[in-house]
């Protein structure tokens, strides 16, 4: 059984001042309850278990994504986990295919008093977790446009999104945002017309309160970041665990 502890997302968040980090709006604790992949022996063990829970939770810091929930529950309950989606148009049209993987393997790996660390990759985890994020303010340099409220409608999609990475580079935890123009026609983001950018070290900084883009002596792991931003969500993806032990790359 898979249950987000909790979702708080913040009443705006973009690259004006004022305004709530990505990681304060993404960052999400994520329990694993459950042993095998009965869901019915699950719920008894949960139950006989709920005075001692404190006592035997294992954690674990393994990079995540809300898109790796459906596919890690098929595979604990048994269930064929659809393929990955292809990329570009024919991905969106897909209906019978998942944009994330089974971290089932890190949950065994997890129990096996193995955990897997911030974009180690084992066990299924990706070695860096994707997000992004419409700028759905009004520009009063386009009166018809009202914000994104409903993509479906004409004047609705949004001009610009934010893509954010967390990854670890040079032994340390970061989180890169990079706000671009949007293509609204094509669905695809211009990364050629950077709106501004965002620099969180999260091995020092962990709440994300201090944006240290501006440091010269980061301008290294910028690049790298955004690079791996770039590429995306499927150069993050490892190999798939194997079904015997869990384990994976």
Known sequence: MIKPAGVALPAGLGFEPGFATPGSAYRVAMRVDGDGADPRAAAAALRARVDRVAANVTRSSAFVEFASIYPTVAELSGVAVPGTCPPGPAGLSN??????????????????????????????????????????????????????????????????????????????????????????????????????EELYDRTADASEDTDVVGVPENAGVIAALAVRLQAGWRAAMTAEPDSRTGLGA
């Open 95 to 196: 209906t019978t295919c998942v944009e994330g993987a089974s971290f089932a393997g890190a949950v065994r790996l997890a129990v096996q008093g193995r955990p897997v660390g911030p974009g180690e990759g084992r066990g299924g985890a990706p070695t860096a977790a994707f997000s992004q994020y419409p700028h759905c303010m009004h520009d009063v340099d386009e009166p018809g446009y009202f914000g994104c409220q409903d993509p479906s409608l004409p004047g609705q999609q949004p001009r610009r999104m934010g893509y954010t990475v967390l990854a670890v580079e040079g032994g340390r935890e970061w989180r890169y945002t990079r706000w671009v123009n949007f293509s609204r026609a094509e669905a695809l983001p211009r990364w050629d017309q950077v709106l501004a």
